[in-house]
Nanobody, 126 residues
Framework: QLQLVESGGGLVQPGGSLRLSCAAS????????IGWFRQAPGKEREGVSC????????NYADSVKGRFTISRDNAKNAVYLQMNSLKSEDTGIYYC???????????????????WGQGTQVTVSS
């Protein structure tokens, strides 16, 4: 089973930036659609961003458009989520997820993804 590892979370002040990474040991990332999801305290997990197989398309939740950017580095088998202009409401545990059988446009629906990481905590607070 594919294992994913997120990193890069931490404590940042409002307006600051973080870059999250998602890596896997046997991961040719371009063969998988990758999604980033987050779960705030007391709330359901929600989709944040995704990139399709082959990186032909990306998608973002309305709440992060213009602030977050998803990207791949196939040479490093990694997918990144660059988060700028962070707000307190961005606080939560961030998860990456992968799915090889997701063809075409990626989706922010968590049910479409079969492999998940353990998450990394992002806290935006002054």
């Amino acid at each position: 089973q594919l294992q994913l590892v997120e990193s890069g979370g931490g404590l940042v002040q409002p307006g600051g930036s973080l870059r999250l990474s998602c890596a896997a040991s046997r991961f040719t990332s371009d063969y998988y659609a990758i999604g980033w999801f987050r779960q705030a305290p007391g709330k359901e997990r929600e989709g944040v961003s995704c990139v399709s197989k082959g990186s032909s398309s990306t998608n973002y939740a309305d709440s992060v458009k213009g602030r977050f950017t998803i990207s791949r580095d196939n040479a490093k088998n990694a997918v990144y989520l660059q988060m700028n202009s962070l707000k307190s409401e961005d606080t939560g545990i961030y998860y990456c997820a992968a799915e090889r059988n997701l063809i075409g446009l990626c989706t922010l629906s968590q049910n479409a993804y079969g492999s998940w990481g353990q998450g990394t905590q992002v806290t935006v607070s002054s």
